[in-house]
Structures are given as C-alpha cells and as structure tokens.
C-alpha cells in the first residue's frame, strides 16, 4: 500500500547526473530534463550565473573551469564524493567567437575555440571514465553541432573543434561501448 501511495518512480530515479556547460542554453536545458525524470543532476560550468538556478541538494552547481584537468577532477571528486557515483554524463560545454575569416582568425580566438569545444571535452571523459565504470547502466552524451555537416564561412575554430568534437566521439563510443 505504502508503494501504490508513492506512485511509479521516474525513469532516472536514483541516477547521478553531471552536465558540463549547464549555466544556460543547451546544457541548462538538460540539466533541467534530467532534473525532471528524476535524477540527481550536478552541473559545471565557469558562469558564477550557474548557481541562480543550481542551487539546492540534488541540483546544483559547481563552478568550474572545464580547460582546467584540475578543476575538473575536483569537481568530479566532489560529486561522487557527495552523492555516491556517476551514472550519467552529458558533455555540452562550448563557445563560438565572433566569426572571422581564416586570414583574419587570431591564434587566441583559435586556441581557446578549441580548448573549450575539443580539448575539455577529453578531460571531462578521462575523469568521468573510472567512475562512470562503476555507475549504474552509465551513460555519455556529448553535444556536436550542425557545423560538422555544414559549416559557415567565418567559423572555422567552431567548425574544425565540433568535427573534432564528432570524431572523438566516435572512438569514444569504440572503447567505452563494451
């Protein structure tokens, strides 16, 4: 009777979810559906914005910057520290500069593209790797872009890092699937 009462749990009732990239957009966007089918969500980001809506146990923010291995491996530590595991990854961080042609691309705005949108990307799933093995039917989602399939004059760095991005997943899925 006290079951009936409680009615059919949500989907992701009991899971751990971390979402990079989640201060707004895409990445609030799925913290919040993770949030409502249920799971424990924790969400990453550099935006100090992120804890106006992350801000509760069991939905909450940490800020941190994803090129940074350190930051991100804390942060990481700090959830399976606090909520006992990683079930769920969704890997959404990224930045489009202001559109350049490639003569006129600075290395900065190229570096950086690339940091974010490519680079962290890898950190994120090194660290999450050895938890999300111990995580309950663990899932990894990255966010890509139409870019890849039909890339815009003046968005190179933002092309180049989401096929790069693409690509990764790809040998991500490899590995990781069995």
């Known amino acids: 009777a006290k079951l009936r009462v409680q009615g059919t749990p949500l989907v992701l ?8 990239g989640a ?8 913290a919040g559906a993770l949030r409502d089918c249920g799971a424990v969500v924790v969400g ?4 100090p914005d992120l804890h106006t809506h992350m801000n509760r146990p069991g939905y909450e923010g ?18 399976v520290g606090d909520y006992g595991g990683l079930d769920i990854l969704v890997s959404n961080v990224g ?3 202001t559109g350049a042609p490639i003569e006129n691309l600075t290395d900065e705005v190229w570096d950086q593209t690339l940091a ?20 309950v039917n663990p899932a990894v989602v990255f966010i890509g872009s139409r870019n890849v399939a039909a890339p815009g004059a003046g ?21 990781l699937a069995p």
């Open 23 to 30: 201060a707004a957009g895409i990445g609030c966007a799925c």
């Open 95 to 97: 930045i489009f500069r």
């Open 155 to 175: 968005a190179a760095a933002y092309s180049v890092s989401k096929a790069g991005l693409t690509q990764m997943m790809r040998v991500a899925a490899l590995e």
């Open 44 to 47: 990453l980001d550099i935006d």
């Open 116 to 135: 974010v949108n490519l680079t962290s990307h890898r950190k994120l799933l090194k660290c999450a790797v050895p938890f999300l093995r111990h995580g």
């Open 62 to 79: 940490i800020r941190a910057d994803m090129t940074d291995k350190d930051a991100v491996a804390k942060a990481l530590d700090r959830v």
């Open 13 to 20: 009732s009991g899971k751990i979810a971390v979402v990079s």
